[in-house]
């Protein structure tokens, strides 16, 4: 029985948001993130993405994304957001990768480590919701929608359609039963099968045994959609938001 969303345990990244919130004031979207990175601000100890890109909570990614992709038939990847890139550089990728970021301090690293020949892909600084995209077959967007309003998340799936890529893959939550908006950098869970997203069941699905949280968020999963089946420009009613 799936568990309700008022019996969900709390997450981290929102709890240290909510005590920090007043420092986020009048911040773009580029700066609440560089915010969040410079100051570690989701808790992890091995990653600066967040408890979510450790070793532990990557495991069956890094086993299964290659498969995923071969199966899609995708033979190029964009990782939008790619974050720190740590846990998909172990996991033996043919697609051709690159990786977005909209921190320019991170992506500075990723490209001087990229040229130095310690991690694979091309690294490039873009805020998704706004920039012109490369194309690729495939995008990967882990565990960013959860930190975005209804607002931009509108904005960086319009994106996302306009790059020319097929498929879109992000972070779903299938037994979640409410969505709700929340400020730019905070977190909540989202299921993009319901309103006011309404996106259909996606093509397939990649749980991730996550076991944040004491396994409260077990149903985390990576959903697959084929853009051109989303709405037109990523649209998000303003009056059924929750």
């Known amino acids: 029985m799936a568990i309700s969303d008022r019996e969900r345990p709390l997450v981290l990244a929102h709890t240290r948001f909510i005590a920090e919130q007043g420092k986020f004031l009048g911040l773009s979207l580029a ?36 498969a995923l992709l071969k199966k899609l038939g995708a033979r190029s990847l964009l990782d939008a957001p790619c974050g720190d890139a740590a846990w998909i550089n172990e996991a033996g990728l043919i697609a051709d990768y690159v990786g977005l970021d909209i921190v320019a301090a991170l992506v500075e690293s990723l490209q001087a480590r990229a040229a130095a020949g310690k991690i694979k892909g091309h690294y490039r600084l873009a805020d998704i919701t706004r920039d012109a995209l ?82 409260g968020w077990k149903d985390k999963s990576l959903g697959v959609w084929r853009l051109a089946d989303l709405p037109r420009h990523g649209q998000v009613s303003s009056d059924r938001r929750e």
């Open 31 to 66: 700066q609440r993130f560089e915010r969040i990175h410079d100051t570690n601000l989701w808790g992890a100890d091995t990653s600066i993405s967040g408890l979510g890109s450790e070793a532990n909570a990557t495991a069956v990614l890094r086993r299964e994304l290659p």
């Open 134 to 215: 490369p194309r690729c077959d495939a995008i990967l967007c882990r565990d960013c929608l959860v930190h975005l309003s209804f607002d931009n998340i509108t904005r960086a799936v319009a994106n996302f359609q306009q790059s020319g890529a097929e498929w879109l893959i992000t972070t779903t939550f299938p037994d979640w039963q409410t969505n709700h908006d929340c400020e730019d950098g905070d977190w909540r869970a989202l299921n993009l099968e319901r309103a006011p997203f309404d996106w259909g069941t996606p093509l397939d699905l990649l749980n991730e045994h996550c076991l944040e949280a004491g396994g």
